[in-house]
């Protein structure tokens, strides 16, 4: 079927149906801070668990309830963990415990345990608690001998408990362990802060006030170094890199300067734990007053506090959390004797297992190196993530006089092409400020090709991008009309504006429109150029990319509109509620969103069904009505089937469940395409226009020859996307072979295998395909080199 994945070849292929759970127990826990997301954690592990096979137990209040043991542990059901996705902080519960600080404390959890005929611990908490698994885990065996001559176990009971087997999930809001990208709670922390920053600088802005936003991180930046980025902040403070000495004219200076230049606010981003050179904490308060005396500014300050914790989980952050839940589980059932204790983490789009040791001592190294004032060695050991950060946040909040700019003679177009997708304003105006950073002059296009061939090209100075990165939609003006029926008209516009490179921002359009300028570089000089593509589109539907800008911001959407939904059925009971998504023919926005929803079934495009597959479905709600979650959730995508509409599915489930449950539809249309970009489009946005104005620089000068641009080879025409763990540069040439044009999809698309683990969650018998699951790694030493901005980004 034209736009399926291609399916992998048998023999490559390992399922989990052989690693059965049958006589294994596993107790999950929360501990330390909590965090969004965890229930969704404790949700998977316990769905995967029993549905392997295994007995799953909740153990409350983290460490504590392991020691007072009691009905602190207690038997998990598969509907114990409903309407638990949705629920921020942890349901279980989460304790600082003294107790397990001392042996006799681990003592008393390894007999609590021991009763229970646990030995598979999976613990979702910092770095704090993940060191003490540890220790419980090397202490194990010495536990239960001390048990065993206390009298209160057997020789049976030491022989059948012999091994204890730990499995790591990290939930911190702070995203401060070392040897992953993401942890548990990050991304919701930013929800709350950039939904913060956003009403803040409405008010800011009619009063013309600054700003000093306090946001949590005691020993780690990465809350107010993303925050700054993806608000485009004046001045961050990170505990990891203390600004240089003098640094109070610095932050000055540049503050007077933007008022100069008619911004009527500032905003100042300060980590909790910010430090000066001297290793002297820098206090909001203190920063407020520097203003108010130096440059009499109208200042407030806004501590974030415990907001930061708080609310509903994002999306990305239930997703996170599921595969993690699920990884977890598969950890556990593959684990031997001799298997450390691991960490399941994200890398890139990639689920991995880390030694657990090895990312505590790695994070711990990171303290080390402040204590030592070695921060280009902290910045370096947090990760290139946060390093990546750090530099592009450097390349757009100094703006350069001037002088200090390199001299360069390149003009560089910017448009965008397709839908409006939230994300391109901030990669439009990280694209402007990096290109004039770089000495080029930046042209924007409006209204896309349509707008080009009319001649609607300006130049965009620092300031005319000021406050983009917040907005929704296009600021440029987007169209979906290809340049192949006006390329005489473009090619003009190019001479007379002398236009050297093209950065075009958009979805499956601006892919194909790039095909078409590559193609006419036989007749027309004119597109001899450096071309580079950013894909934007909420479809999520462009080869070459795992990811495109808006989809976060769409799959938000999603989420929040199906959990309100879901709430208006609490009172009703016995209800259905039928959702259709955009996405054209990609499921993308349909699966990613019902696994982080919650969705009972997903029907899209690239799995066909048909009758029998609906009366499954129906007879799966029906049994599901017997229970105590009387519910259900069916997303379908807009262009799954031109026959089984979205109304053909209300009318057969209302049938088919009449007498034991009812439906209702929402079709949920532009809505989707609306809002505010979220924090990680923002970020996601800002980084892959910078990498690729870099690359556009490097191109041009390698293309200049004779007095002029020429550059027709297909690696200079390419498209930037995301692959697995890195950010890649793909001639859109080598794509059209992975393209189905037909339905405007990748031919094969990573996320399929996202909908095993969607369907087991929902209980449906399936098989999960383990062979691209995380293998156990080993954390990567990363040391500090001279910033090279462009290799690192």
């Known amino acids: 079927m034209a736009g399926a994945a291609a399916p992998k070849r048998q023999d490559t292929r390992k399922f989990f149906e052989n690693l059965s759970g049958a006589g294994k127990s596993i107790a999950v826990l929360t501990s330390g801070g909590d965090a969004q997301g965890m229930n969704g954690a404790v949700r998977a592990v316990v769905r995967m668990g029993i549905y392997v096979g295994a007995k799953v137990y909740f153990i409350h209040e983290g460490y504590q309830g392991m020691v007072d043991g009691g009905d602190n542990i207690k038997e998990a059901t598969w509907e114990s963990v409903s309407s638990m996705l949705q629920v921020g902080g942890t349901v279980i519960g989460s304790a600082r415990c003294k107790e397990f600080r001392a042996r006799e404390g681990r003592l008393k959890a390894a007999h609590n345990l021991v009763r229970r005929g646990i030995t598979n611990l999976c613990v979702i908490g910092g770095d704090g608690s993940l060191t003490g698994a540890n220790m419980f885990r090397e202490e194990w065996s010495g536990l239960l001998d001390e048990l065993l001559q206390q009298g209160l176990i057997d020789e049976e009971a030491v022989r059948s408990n012999s091994v204890l087997h ?174 450390p204790a691991c960490v399941v983490s994200l890398v890139g789009n990639q689920a991995v297992r880390l030694p657990l040791m090895e990312c505590v001592q790695m994070t711990q190294e990171v303290q080390k190196a402040m204590d030592e004032k070695k921060f280009e060695e902290a910045v370096a050991l947090r990760g290139r993530s946060f390093e990546n950060n750090l530099i592009t946040y450097r390349l757009l909040s100094h703006r350069k006089s001037d002088s200090e700019l390199p001299t360069s003679s390149f003009n560089v177009a910017v448009l965008n092409v397709g839908a409006p997708a939230a994300g391109m304003n901030a990669a439009v105006r990280s694209a402007v400020r990096v290109g004039i950073t770089e000495g080029h002059k930046m042209f924007a296009v409006n209204d896309g090709f349509e707008g080009f061939y009319k001649g609607q090209i300006k130049e965009f100075k620092w300031g005319d991008v000021g406050g983009w990165t917040g907005q929704g939609g296009s600021l440029l003006g987007t169209k979906r009309t290809l340049p192949g029926k006006h390329l005489e008209k473009i090619a003009e516009q190019m001479r007379i504006h002398n236009i050297n490179a093209l950065l075009v921002i958009g979805g499956f359009e601006a892919f194909e429109s790039l095909l078409e300028l590559y193609e006419a570089r036989a007749d027309y000089e004119e597109f001899c150029i450096p071309m580079c593509m950013l894909p934007a589109t909420i479809s999520n539907n462009v080869p070459g990319t795992d990811l495109t800008l808006g989809a976060d911001t769409s799959i938000n959407t999603i989420v929040e509109t199906c959990d309100r939904i879901k709430q208006s059925a609490s009172g009703t009971k016995r209800r259905v509620f039928i959702i259709e998504t955009m996405g054209g023919y990609c499921g993308y926005l349909a699966t990613v969103g019902g696994l982080a929803a919650g969705a009972d079934t997903v029907y899209i495009y690239e799995e066909p069904f048909d009758i029998r597959d609906l009366q499954a479905n129906v007879e799966h709600l029906t049994q599901k009505m017997k229970t105590s979650i009387q519910r259900g959730l069916v997303l379908r995508n807009e262009n799954c089937n031109e026959n089984f509409t979205t109304d053909f599915v209300y009318q057969l489930y209302t049938e088919e469940g009449r007498g034991v449950f009812d439906c209702r539809k929402n079709i949920l249309g532009h809505m989707q395409q609306g809002g505010s970009p979220s924090p990680f489009d923002r970020n996601f946005s800002t980084k892959i226009a910078a990498k690729a104005i870099q690359w556009i620089t490097r191109t041009l000068k390698d293309s200049y020859k004779g007095g002029r641009v020429f550059a027709n080879s297909e690696d200079t025409a390419c498209l930037l996307g995301m692959r697995r763990r890195a950010l890649v540069f793909q001639p859109v040439s080598q794509l059209r072979d992975e393209t189905d044009f037909v339905h405007r999809i990748p031919k094969e698309q990573w996320w399929l295998k996202l909908r095993p683990l969607m369907k087991i969650l929902a209980k449906y018998k399936t098989s999960y395909d383990v062979s691209d699951s995380g293998q156990l790694e080993h954390v990567t030493r990363i040391r500090p080199k001279e910033t090279n901005t462009s290799a690192t980004i």
């Open 166 to 339: 730990i499995v790591g999930m990290v939930g911190s809001i702070d995203n401060d362990f070392c040897g992953t990208d993401m942890t548990i709670g990050t991304d919701s922390a930013l929800h709350r802060i950039i939904e913060v920053v956003d009403a803040i600088m409405t008010t800011a802005q009619s009063h013309q006030r600054t700003f000093v936003l306090e946001v949590m991180g005691r020993h780690c930046g990465y809350l107010a170094m993303v925050s700054a980025l993806a608000c485009g902040a004046d001045w961050v403070f990170i505990p990891e890199m203390p600004p240089e000495d003098g640094w109070e004219d610095s932050m000055c200076q540049k503050l007077s300067e933007n008022r100069s230049q008619g911004c009527r606010l500032n905003i100042i981003i300060v980590a909790e734990g910010a430090i000066d050179r001297q290793g002297q904490p820098i206090t909001s308060d203190f920063v407020k007053d520097l203003v108010v005396s130096r440059l009499g500014f109208d200042t407030r300050v806004t501590i974030l506090g415990h907001v930061q914790r708080g609310g509903t989980p994002s999306a990305f952050d239930r997703i996170l959390a599921s595969r993690m839940g699920v990884e977890a589980v598969l950890a556990l059932l593959e684990a031997s004797a001799n298997t």
